[in-house]
């Protein structure tokens, strides 16, 4: 158990996959300007990952046995562009609900690095099936967070007046800066938590 | 609903499909014969570079012979042996979980149980920090220790790379552990 | 903002194809894409020249074919069709860094096979190689990949003279100047990301300091990767960029289509039970 929740909290604070790993910048900084959306983000992104990596783990496996393990790049964006888009479909079928908050967010995920990334990580790892899948919310949850967070941060930047060559996009770079400096912190305690 | 009219648009319907796996196919076929080529290349790149560390760690030993080691994060284990085959010493390669990924060290103990040489081998840690469990002076710390559990008492881990050092250590006790195994 | 089609045309050289991507349309720091191996890989000088050549290979190469097959490549499955280019490419250059260049494999690591979503190649293959001949593709690629591999190396150097006090691995700062650590982790990747693109907003808007290709450079887009359906960068980033996907809406119109069927089917059931 105690494996499990190391995983899993090593992936959401210390390995965070936007601040620290810096896969998934471009959802990061396009979709966190609002706090709904980098929550409705944030959310499709772990469940994304977790399905995907629930899929690809098992792939890997018969790549592995059958010796085809060069093909992992391309089974794994078609396998997780697939599943994207079924689960999109699947959604909005019987779960219009979902689909209303969620919908939109799903077809931007497809060539999201993040999903691929973790996807990969998680072969390179060599986890096993459950520790694999927790890796995965612990990545999704872990991106969740950082969104939650910098949409914060945002809300004071954009109304804040930096010089103007900073205006725009090189002022919520600096902003992003400090918050992952703070998530800096965060690299010892998974060590005294966990023992890992 | 006559045959005639579903055939034209089951056509229609089934060409993207058709094109897709051509391609997949086609790619498929390409990179297996260019993995063919590359593989054996990639893989005797990978074989010099580890006989240059263990070299590197035993420069006496005229061949090495490998060892199975069954403990969880060893990766190789080798007998060095002299000219007249002989062990001269024990080479493992351990690796740990650090910041940025494994941390991998190779080490020689001699056959009485003492560290002769060790080395850090490449890491992802981070650059002028975690990178730092390379230099001689944190990794030279275990030269001439006892083939035994090491603690952070034993060793001065480094500042500020907390994480690194650590996962230096945990290899090294793998490392011990293997050599208990296999000497 | 310049439209990069209308600016593709009116200059229809060659060599305009190519001067694109290096300065008034590089993907970096006007585009906004691959930020992700931006940030990630960066840390030196040599990491950055590796992923900038292994990403223009990929560019190039899969430019030109995407170019040669777009007649050939049906509109609804042309998305996948280019994923499926793209990554085998990216497995090419994985093979090859594995085999004739080890070191770079290790410093690059899961940022190799990660090319595949970066919206650079992806993006040039939509909007330009599916629509023109290879050559053009292929000198397209080679600009935005030149490009890219610029501002790597920008990014890079500031990342790796601050952070390591090295360049290219040879120590250039002064003993007694203390490298700051910082920059090579993550938080001064974003800090220093932000100071160049600042940087290069300030020349240009400067009086003193424009330059005449300058000049014609855009503002960095506002428009990010992220706010466009299925891939980043697709479509015309100058306006709305995002443009519904077509083999989404085909997905879609399917499942809308399936749904109605069903109530159809059910209300039928209800009527007959009635």
Redesign the interface.
Known sequence: MAQYASILFSMILVNNFV?????????F???SKKFDSAVGMGCAVTLVMVLAIAVTWPIQRLLAAWGLE?????AF??VI?TLV?LL??AI??YLPPLHASLGVFL??I????SV??VA??TV?EGYSYPQALVAGLGAGLGFLLAMVLFSGVRRRVEEAAP????E???????S???V??S??GFSGVIDHLFGA | MSNADTRPSLFETM???V??VV??LV?GV??GV??AA??P??QA??EK?AQQTYAALVPTAASFAPLTCNVEGCTAALEARDAAGSPLAYVIVAQSKGYG?QVPIAVAFSPDGTVLSITAM?N?E????GTKIANESYIGQYVGLAAQPTTADDIDLIS?ATISSKAALAAFNTAVEAFEEVR | MAQPTANATGESTLVGTFRRGLLEENPAFRQ?LG???M??VT??VTNGVGMGMATTFVLVCSGVVVSL?RR???R??R???F???I??F???V???V???M??LD?AL??YL??I????IV?GRAEMFASKHGPLEAALDGAGMGLGFTFALIAMSSVREIL??GTFLGVRVLPPFVE?M??M????????V???L???S??IE?HPRHRHKVLRKASK?S?S?????????GVGDPSNEACVK?EF?EM??AA?EA??KKDEAAQNADEERDA
Request: charged letters at 10%; aromatic letters at 4%; glycine letters at 8%.
């Open positions: 601040l620290v790993k810096f896969l998934g910048i471009c959802p900084l396009g979709v060069y093909l992992q790049t391309i964006i078609l562009a888009q999109d479909m909005k079928r077809p931007l497809t060539t999201n690095c691929l990334g990969i990580l390179d010089p103007e060559a900073f725009g996009m090189p002022i919520t770079l600096i992003a800066a400090i992952a400096m998530f800096m | 060409r993207p499909v094109v897709l391609i997949c790619a390409l990179l260019v993995h590359t593989e290349i990639a790149n990978a570079k990924g490449s992802d981070t650059p002028g920090l500020g | 906004m930020l992700c191996p940030l990630a840390t030196a097959l050939v490549i049906p609804t499955v998305i996948p069709a994923i499926t280019i990554a085998s990216v497995t090419l994985m093979m090859l594995k085999a004739y080890p070191a290790e690591g899961i096979p990660l595949v979503v970066n919206c992806l952070g390591a490298p650590i910082i090579v982790m993550p938080a001064g990747g974003f800090a990301l932000g100071f693109i600042a940087g907003v300030w808007e960095p506002p990010l990767c992220a706010a466009c359906p299925i891939n980043c996907d989404v997905l879609e499942v399936a749904r």
